[in-house]
């Protein structure tokens, strides 16, 4: 099958080529996929898309007069596709379902550890020759509580992690995952986890419960100086509401790798453009907050497993048979 694959990184092609192995004709495009950049799929079978790719109604339909077949998410998240056009259109949708809990996991206790201990300003200041310790003070993982927001795959390898430095969990999730209490895990209300939990860390999907589920109420409910992470989805965090909490001391720290404008702006090397996002460029003031560019996937384990999993997918779709990770309205 001849697939288009939009919003090529190097890295992408890297491991899409070596998990392809010669068996479809992959063409690497670096634009994302909107209605100006569908014609790219020309001669087509199936594309290649990622979480910026957009494939609303009218792409859906810019693809099928292209005589696209399918659609291969090489991600977990499939908002950016109009399932129901992609139906009506006839076009296959399969995404990565899973690929590594744990590098996401691992990567949100990076983030609780560098911004507690503020590794990222010892890092510039020692390399700039300054070797006070003013401004660095941490404290003790251990023996903290630490609240868990959603205790799925991810959720549940970050209690584990947590659980390794001593600290206290507190989970809470719409269901509850037993491997989370069988290590001691103690599943509460929001309002207790946000009352007693020193760090807070986010594991949840998306959706229109969870939509700023972290807010001006919910922070004011938080324990003063709490830390606060987030690997999930920039939106589970009103921003704005945040930002006043940083100023105020509410929030004692921030650690973010996903951002809610963070389109057009994450993965992209803006070094030498003006950053016209304000509020990101305020975030960016904080000395005790770091951000980082949806990077919590990206361990050679994931990519390998992700590269894999499309592939295998574009194979199902190639002989005609059921695939597994296919994805419905
Ligand atoms: P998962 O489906 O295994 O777990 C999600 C958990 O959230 C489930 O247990 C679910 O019951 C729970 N949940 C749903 N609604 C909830 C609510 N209203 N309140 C509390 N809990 C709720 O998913 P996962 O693989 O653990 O991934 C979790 C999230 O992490 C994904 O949805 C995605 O947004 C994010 N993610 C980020 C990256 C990254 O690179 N930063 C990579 C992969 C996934």
Known sequence: MRVVVFSTKPYDRGFLEA????????????????VETAPLAAGA???????????????????????????????????????????????AVS?????????????????????????HRAYDRVRDGNFSLDGLLGFDLYGKTVGVIGTGKIGACFARIMTGFGCRVLAHDIVENPAVRALGAEYVPLDRLFAEAHVISLHCPLTPQTHHLIGAAALARMRKGVFLINTGRGPLIDTTAVIRALKSGRLGGLAIDVYEEEEGVFYEDLSAAILADDVLARLLTFPNVIVTSHQAFFTREAMTAIAETTLANLDDLAAGRPCPNAVRA
């Open 45 to 91: 079978d199936a594309v290649c898309l990622f979480v910026h790719d957009h494939a609303d109604a009218a792409v859906i339909d810019a693809l099928a007069a292209l005589g696209v077949r399918g659609i291969a998410l090489r991600c977990a998240g499939y908002n950016n596709i109009d399932l129901a056009a992609a139906a009506r259109r006839g076009l």
């Open 19 to 34: 998990a392809n192995q010669g068996r479809h004709d992959l063409a690497f495009q670096e634009p994302h996929l909107s």
């Open 95 to 119: 995404r990565v379902p899973a690929y590594s809990p744990h590098g996401v996991a691992e990567h949100a206790a990076a983030l609780l550890l560098a911004v507690d201990r503020r590794i």
